[in-house]
């Protein structure tokens, strides 16, 4: 079995091919469509962050992270 996975823009090349996949009997599902690219302006910002090593704002207070994380383990010779 082949899986193949098709991006199509226009609607009226997806009337053409439904037709011809139902007559040679080929199964197909259709799923959600991708979301849209980003602009060139955003996709030059998201480089930018990228190699300056991300902007860090989603990540939050590292050392409360850090506590949080470690809070269940038992370190070496503190039993």
């Known amino acids: 079995m082949t899986l193949l996975h098709l991006e199509i823009e226009r609607t009226e090349d997806l009337a053409l091919l439904l037709p011809l996949l139902d007559r040679l009997g080929i199964q197909w599902t259709e799923s959600q469509a991708l979301p849209a690219k980003p602009a060139a302006q955003d996709r030059s910002h998201l480089l930018s962050v990228i190699e300056s090593g991300g ?25």
């Not at 860090?56 to 039993?79: I, K, N, V, Y």
């Open 55 to 79: 902007d860090g704002l989603s990540f939050g207070d590292a050392m409360a992270w850090q506590r949080e994380e470690r809070r269940d383990r038992t370190l070496p010779g503190r039993e």
